[in-house]
């Protein structure tokens, strides 16, 4: 076995596992403030990546200018599906809301068809060229800057979380919608920053992503890598979403490489599918008791 | 307005077509599918084949998402096996067609029952993703499993034959699917005025209760995806009759949300919602179409459009009616219904 390859390879893949953990996270924080499971996170993501593209390459923006504007492009498209898609579905059964879901990402797949066309875009390179070496393991620059920037992000959220009025706001709402409300939350506002900032890791997350491995209207397919990572986690878990979206982008890179990319999907829907029958609320998930 | 409606036995009370006028105008709807092939045109005809198909598998998913609460994303995975069941056995044995299609109802079925098995430990949008899992590993084993299934390449296969008819033709093709369709919901019907379809619903309104009173969940669950499946493997197999080639593409994802959007639009939970869902999507995109030609001449550009515009109408139609119209078309339909049943006495 050649260790330097598998080492380059597992270099590779735990970079773009930084990125699904980045995208997973967005994916709880609206789980955990709404309990929506949202299936459009991808189609998200590929929207902020296309705004990017018409920023910076349609409109010849500096990138650096170009990708705030997208991922704050991409944040307000969350918060206006919240408030005009997902709050009037507000105690309806989960299927029928995962089904809204389901029908925005065709919405936005059809939007981004109907102004870019289906064809496959390549957006304009600004990240460092430069080879990126730790010891001897070589790493694709995108991928290693695109990994930087996105941890970057993770560790503002988790700090915003953990400390702020707002992030405190959330998690109380989380454990009792109830009770948080009669303490003075705003639930309704915390559900719509949910949305917007669970919208935005996905749409930088989306930007970096489109970055390396370019973009289509298909993009939206790697919505579902990220479902099985936030499964694998546990839904309501954001160390959940760390963990997992490390292992699951490892995974899927290595299966990729030494099996050929056909076997990527399988690889990871493998371990959703053991997670399923053993732990079925996810490694790190709550395990919630239900009663009649 | 409707009078003399009153009840007096138990059988009457159950019936499934309850007056006259039902069964007058079940008789002429039937005689219209029956004279429908011999007056319009091949277009039309194969839209009908088209529509029946998607009758009998959103029937399918009615039946487990729909009466059983349920929701499944395998349902194009099923048609799958159902269509390449059908397609092997009538390259590599020369079984009847009714008899493949059959076999292909009770492989899909017996898949649907493995796939349902983790159903009893998960549930709701868990059990969604287990057969979304389902459908991914389906799909792979469609495109690799060359020996069987022809790799990507997929299988061709002859059209079906049976008493020295040959059915090549969409014409010859309506009066396989139609019939079937026609069959398929009535038996549909009928399940749910035995004690398994009773379990059914009752698993759907709550199943800690359900339980409770005595139903065996992991059983009837599994029963449920197994006459899903079997519908879905029935559907598939016509699917293969019908187009007589089989590849992994057939069946993609978007295939299992086209019959989920189906379901909804149609109303979940209502046969007759699941008829005229499946119907009205396999026909919008079709009325698109015409649209895109008349308006080509005006604008060139028109073919370009009408990709991207099926996307946004399509996923417009799953948000608005489960914004809007949550119980779907059927509700629409009875609507209607009431309208003219209170006709003078309305308000």
Redesign the interface.
Known sequence: MDWLFFGEISLAGLAMGGLYALIALGFVIIYKATRV?NFAIGEIMMFAAYLFLAFAGGMEMSPWIALPLAVIGGSILGGVIEKT?IR??LG?S???V???T?????????????VW??DPQLLPNFLPREPVFIGELYLAPKIAYGFLIGSALLIVYLLYFRFSRGGVALRATASDQAAAYSMGINVRRVFNMAWVFGSLAASLAGVLVAATGGLSPQFGIIG?SV?VVV?VGGLDSILGALVAGVFIGWLETVAGAYLGG?YR??AT??V??II??IR?YGLFGTHEI??? | MRIGDAKQSYEADEAIWTSQTQKLWLGFFLLILLVFPFVVDSYLLYLGCLVGIAVISTTGLNILTGFTGLISLGQAGFMGVGAYTVAWLSINTALPFPVTLVLAGLMAAAVGILVGLPSLRVKGLYLAIATLAASVFLHFIFAEWESVTGGMGGLSLEPAHLFGLTFQSDFMMYFIIVPLAVLMVLAARNVFRTRIGRAFIAIRDRDISAEILGINLLRYKLMSFALSSFYAGIAGGLFAYFYRVVTPESFPLSMSIFYLAAVIVGGMGNLLGGILGAAFMTLVPEALKLLTAALTPFYPNAPVFMSPMLEIIFGALIVGFLIFEPHGLAEIWHRIRRFFRLWPFRN
Do not use: C, D, Q
Not at chain 1, 106 to 113: A, D, H, M, P, Q
């Open positions: 499971i898609m009037p579905m309806e989960p299927i029928s995962v089904m809204v389901i029908g925005i990402a065709s919405i936005l797949v059809g939007l981004v068809e109907f066309t289906a579902l479902l499964i056909e999907m399988p829907f493998l959703l599918a399923l029958v079925p239900e009663r009649v």
